[in-house]
């Protein structure tokens, strides 16, 4: 009798025990980006594989096929558990939601996205955390791109004057607060329509950051390439998993985890994207697409325009209980001091 009670639990033991110890948790991260978009296979695939490696196996993400929601839905795909984790734009969201993101759209706030995106990462956590913008979701990391320039089809871009009355895309509130104020029209579209905005002769040009311009196969529009030094605009981007999903992982998986994030997941993002930028612009460049940059005067309108954009941020900022000026300051210390991870 007792051999078979033996033989039956040595028998469970092998049927229990190897589901047990292979058990794991799957992720499930939102793509809506073309799968073979450098940020899936260079970004959020390597993560993806680095928290497998830390985790042991315990964690493991996997992609959408296709997006569960538009670029706008992305934030709240996240937090109400339609996807485990999501990537996007704090732009097409904006506020009352997303001000303090803004910090980070600022004209002429530097020209290395890695820069500013650890810049970025680090103010969020000593300024803006408190805040809770991000409440119900688990921030994983937030970044910028690399510089943002101006890109048109036929009239180009040398000084601020000659954007008068041209009809550009933009990709944000800062950026369509500026254009207006040098005399051009700013016209709204999210990264997917900019495509057919451009071939149809809705806008004449588009802000982006050059690799966009390659990546999303605009270079039969494109003619003139434009940047000022500091760069007009730059862009805001979070990276959250659903709050509930967070919570259910063990304390050891969520830190190895972190470990993976954060100002890590901010510093890769960043010099990925000025890579992918540079090569864009010499291939543009060889193309015969006309490179120019803005001069000292047209710097200098820029900045004062700018300013006054700076005051509206840090009063908006500052009903959120943040110290924006101290925020400010910290952001651009961060970024000047930062120096780049070697390749």
Do not use: C
């Not at 997006?67 to 485990?84: I, T």
């Not at 002429?108 to 991000?134: N, Q």
């Amino acid at each position: 009798m007792l051999n078979r009670k033996v033989f039956g639990l040595g028998l469970m033991a092998l049927i229990v025990a190897p589901s047990a110890l292979h058990a794991e948790t799957v992720l499930r991260l939102n793509r809506w980006l073309p799968p073979k978009h450098f940020l899936n296979t260079e970004l959020m695939q390597k993560w993806a594989n680095d928290v497998k490696a830390v985790t042991n196996g315990r964690v493991r993400v996997i992609f959408t096929t296709k997006s569960l929601g538009r670029p706008p839905r992305q934030f709240d795909l996240a937090r109400e558990g339609v996807a485990d984790l999501t990537w996007g734009t704090s732009a097409y969201i904006g506020a009352p939601r997303f001000v303090l993101p803004e910090i980070a759209e600022l004209p002429l706030t530097g020209e290395s996205g890695e820069a500013l995106s650890v810049a970025y990462w680090r103010t969020h956590v000593k300024y803006f955390h408190k805040a809770r913008e991000y409440r119900g979701t688990k921030v994983i990391a937030v970044h910028t791109h690399a510089q943002g320039g101006a890109f048109t089809n036929g009239k180009p871009i040398k000084t601020l004057s000659d954007f008068r009355g041209m009809k550009i895309r933009v990709p944000n509130p800062t950026t369509s607060r500026l254009l207006q104020k040098f005399g051009g029209v700013p016209i709204s579209g999210t990264v997917s329509k900019v495509y057919e905005m451009l071939s149809k002769g809705v806008i004449d040009g588009t802000f982006f950051s050059a690799d966009s311009i390659i990546g999303f196969r605009l270079y039969p529009f494109i003619k003139h390439a434009t940047h000022i030094r500091g760069g007009f605009f730059n862009a805001s981007f979070f990276f959250v998993m659903n709050q509930r999903k967070w919570d259910a992982l063990s304390k050891r998986d969520q830190k190895a985890i972190e470990g993976v994030s954060g100002e890590k997941f901010a510093a890769l993002a960043g010099s990925v994207w000025d890579q992918k930028a540079q090569a864009a612009m010499a291939r543009m460049k060889a193309a015969g697409v006309t490179i120019n940059l803005l001069g000292t005067a047209d710097r200098a309108a820029l900045a004062t325009q700018a300013k006054a954009i700076e005051r509206a941020w840090i009063a908006a900022a500052s009903k959120k209980g943040v110290d924006a000026e101290a925020a400010l300051k910290y952001f651009r210390a961060q970024a000047t001091a930062y120096k780049p991870m070697k390749k």
